[in-house]
């Protein structure tokens, strides 16, 4: 197995400029704007927009802390409501977490890691390959829960207690 990873000064090193990319938007498939607005909002996510035009509605909300949002609507994707499999949220603490989403009425998953050792082990966003409980070793990126939103889209919540080396 090997591992690869950024290394921010090697591309320095290199000469090359690195171009940036950031993810800004992710587009959520929803068959009722109106109740995933309303589930999001119960989370405490901030809404950033919603505006409506001859059928055509969109709607951005942005997690607490987050840099990235996501938007859903009328006409906004073709992709099937509740179609969404695993949009990553990132958590300084699992329990925290999952005890804040409970306080606001969803429906989380008990704490898993990857049966196959976590991040070193391979990264599995459905149910394979899950094993009860927190990484026995509560090793940073390997420690998961997940959630539907009110339209059956899934999100996996990931704790991250240490970040890799280059990352923010």
Do not use: C
Not at 48 to 66: N, V
Not at 130 to 153: I, K, L, V
Request: without cysteine.
């Amino acid at each position: 197995m090997s591992t690869q990873a950024s290394n921010d000064n090697a591309t320095a090193a290199s000469g090359d400029a690195a171009i940036p990319f950031r993810l800004e938007v992710v587009v959520i498939p929803v068959a009722d704007p109106d109740r995933a607005k309303d589930f999001y909002l119960g989370l405490g996510w901030r809404l950033d927009a919603d505006f409506a035009d001859d059928g055509y509605r969109i709607l951005q909300l942005t997690p607490p802390g987050s840099n990235a949002s996501i938007i859903f609507g009328r006409g906004v994707t073709s992709a099937q409501p509740g179609s969404f499999d695993g949009l990553l949220l990132a958590v300084d603490d699992i329990d925290k977490a999952r005890n804040d989403l409970l306080s606001r009425g969803v429906e989380v998953s008990e704490p898993f890691h990857d049966a196959g050792g976590g991040l070193g082990g391979g990264f599995h966003m459905g149910n394979k390959q899950r094993a009860s409980g927190p990484h026995p070793e509560r090793r940073s990126y390997a420690t998961y829960a997940s959630f539907e939103d009110s339209e059956g889209n899934r999100y996996v919540l990931q704790e991250i207690t240490e970040r890799l080396p280059g990352r923010v």
